[in-house]
């Protein structure tokens, strides 16, 4: 298989307690970026990656939440201190620098995590 | 400001009928992409099509197809010959400013059901 994948597909954790989810990009894609999706809405875009360097952060990324991609291949993203609210699915989508006319991400089938 | 904004929450049609996903966006930019993904329940995120805003004529992949109305700043997309496995969620999507890669603003979503 060489699309995106992730790692845990599912996540049951108590409040407070730390997680982390693991995403593999596609292996020549250097862009890297993640999403969370709430159930009925759309993705919301958390931060992003070209190669080792995280270019973009949202607002919605508060200092709870940190991401790494060292060596500009697979990512990690870690949720501290967990809260309900943080219970979404979280998505994991890369793409090439360049991609021709389209510049379509590339998404893994997310993380989901429920904290309890 | 909402970005995309997509009014249908659901949507159902028969088997082999066509069908029109309604999507509104809102840009100040002259150069940006439009995009329709598929969210099956499985949660990947798949690629449907692809409209730039320069491009004169309406994007199609096989049974889908984008239909473009710049001034009114609306990208529908249209499905023909529904199948049963056209059921799923969809989302039309929005790249402005290439500055940092090419992360997508989306909008909330129409569920589609496709009924035999």
């Known amino acids: 298989d060489t699309g995106v994948s992730q790692d845990p597909r599912h996540k049951i954790t108590k409040r407070g307690q730390n997680v982390t989810f693991r995403c593999d990009p596609i292996?020549?894609?250097?862009?890297l970026y993640w999403y969370r999706q709430t159930l009925g809405q759309g993705p919301e875009f958390l931060t992003y990656?070209?190669?080792?360097?995280?270019?973009?952060k949202s607002r919605l990324l508060s200092d709870r939440f940190s991401a790494e991609r060292p060596k500009g291949s697979f990512s990690t993203l870690e949720i501290q201190r967990t809260e309900q609210g943080d219970s979404a699915m979280y998505l994991c989508?890369?793409?090439?620098?360049?991609?021709?006319?389209?510049?379509?991400?590339?998404f893994g089938e997310g993380s989901r995590l429920t904290v309890l | 400001a909402q970005k995309i904004t997509q009014t249908q929450p659901g949507m159902f049609v028969q088997e082999k009928e066509a069908v029109t996903l309604d999507c509104t966006y809102d840009?100040?930019?002259?150069?940006?992409?439009l995009f329709w993904y598929k969210q099956p329940s499985s949660g990947e995120m798949i690629f449907l099509i692809y409209?730039?805003?320069?491009?004169?004529q309406n994007a199609t992949e096989g049974r889908y197809s984008l239909n473009f109305q710049k001034a009114r700043k609306s990208a529908n997309l249209v499905i023909s010959a529904s199948q049963l496995g056209d059921s799923a969620m969809y989302f039309c999507?929005?790249?402005?400013?290439?500055?940092?890669?090419?992360?997508?603003?989306f909008g909330a979503g129409t569920i589609l059901r496709v009924k035999s």
């Open positions: 989508a890369s793409s090439p620098r360049t991609s021709g006319s389209a510049g379509e991400l590339f």
């Open positions: 292996s020549e894609h250097n862009r």
């Open positions: 990656f070209q190669n080792e360097a995280q270019l973009e």
């Open positions: 840009t100040s930019d002259q150069s940006y992409g």
């Open positions: 409209q730039g805003s320069y491009d004169e």
């Open positions: 999507a929005m790249r402005e400013v290439e500055e940092y890669g090419n992360k997508l603003v």
